[in-house]
């Protein structure tokens, strides 16, 4: 059982806007804003594209935004893309077990 | 390029031994916390421990705390994960990957499978 809670999976047509929950609780999402996500397509590793609740690497696109509330972080995909169907999962520093916790992953859809 | 690359993974029975190696290059490598997170497909990614820059701290995950040992080489730009008793749980794609900004990790291998069966 992860320590983050996302949704099994998300879908939505090319264009549109969807977002992805990530819940944790105030030892990690809610205390710091050491929140992450990463991007996976199938038998590659996971990519960063959110650091520290909202911001972006450089080269990831600014069609993924990030947000933070309580214990909750979230990710945005917007004007959504063949190339966007892909896991993703949010990690967080965590101040109990281990430093890092992760999601378990959402899977994203593109209809 | 800025890369990692994992080697060492392979098939080793319970109670066995392996060592992961991942070789960094594009960057310097000293400045960074470095971190090993393993992928099940049931249980998903698990970060698995990590070591800073001089190699004098390292944390593990509980589950591998005693079995796992991290180590570092500095000059060869390399870190190393030690597997002593390992177990079919430990099962796994293996994934290196450099400590960027504000805890994230930044930069990641291709992962290296380990494969613990009898």
């Known amino acids: 059982q992860s320590a983050l809670t996302q949704p099994a999976s998300v879908s939505g047509s090319p264009g549109q806007s969807i977002t992805i929950s990530c819940t944790g609780t105030?030892?990690?999402?809610?205390?710091?804003?050491?929140v992450s996500w990463y991007q996976q397509h199938p038998g590659k590793a996971p990519k960063l594209i959110i650091y520290?609740?909202?911001n972006r690497p450089s080269g990831v696109s600014n069609r993924f935004s990030g947000s933070k509330s309580g214990n909750t972080a979230s990710l945005t995909i917007s004007g959504l893309q063949a190339d966007d169907e892909a896991d993703y999962y949010c990690?967080?520093?965590?101040?109990?077990?281990?430093?890092?916790?992760f999601g378990a992953g959402t899977i994203v859809t593109v209809l | 390029e800025v890369q990692l690359v994992e080697s060492g993974g392979g098939f080793v029975q319970p109670g066995g031994s392996l060592r992961l190696s991942c070789a960094a290059s594009?960057?310097?490598?000293?400045?960074?916390?470095m971190t090993w997170v393993r992928q099940t497909p049931t249980k998903g990614l698990e970060w698995v421990a990590n070591?800073?820059?001089?190699?004098?701290?390292?944390n593990y995950v509980d589950s591998v705390k005693g079995r796992f040992t991290l180590s570092r080489d500095n000059a060869k730009n390399s870190v190393y994960l030690h597997m002593n008793s390992l177990r079919a749980d430990d099962t796994a794609v293996y994934y290196c990957?450099?400590?960027?900004?504000?805890?994230?990790?930044?930069?990641w291998g291709q992962g290296t499978l380990v494969t613990v069966s009898s």
């Open positions: 990690s967080s520093y965590s101040s109990i077990s281990t430093p890092y916790v």
């Open positions: 105030s030892s990690d999402i809610g205390g710091y804003k050491y």
């Open positions: 594009g960057f310097t490598f000293s400045p960074f916390w």
């Open positions: 520290e609740v909202s």
């Open positions: 990957a450099r400590n960027g900004p504000a805890h994230a990790s930044d930069i």
């Open positions: 070591i800073n820059p001089d190699g004098s701290g390292k």
